[in-house]
């Protein structure tokens, strides 16, 4: 278990990495190469950078809560 745990912390480390280098800063970002520079008049920001917000957030929790559980088993043995 700790073993599936270790492995899938550092795929979702490597992804989130990723994730957060795609955002878009203050001067634009990797975003804009994959759609994410049309912006919606309304919204403010993208549909693009919306689901990349969503898909940072989904990865960062899964993130912490192998960061949570390895430390739990880790303790435990």
């Not at 800063?25 to 950078?49: K, P, T």
Request: glycine residues 16%.
């Amino acid at each position: 278990m700790i073993e599936v745990l270790s492995i899938l912390l550092v795929l979702t480390s490597a992804l989130l990495i990723v994730m957060i280098l795609l955002h878009k800063g203050r001067g634009g970002g990797l975003s804009d190469m994959f759609g994410g520079g049309v912006s919606s008049g309304l919204g403010g920001s993208s549909v693009a950078e919306k689901n990349l917000d969503r898909i940072t957030i989904g990865i960062a929790l899964i993130w912490f809560a192998c960061i949570v559980a390895l430390g739990l088993l880790m303790k435990s043995a």
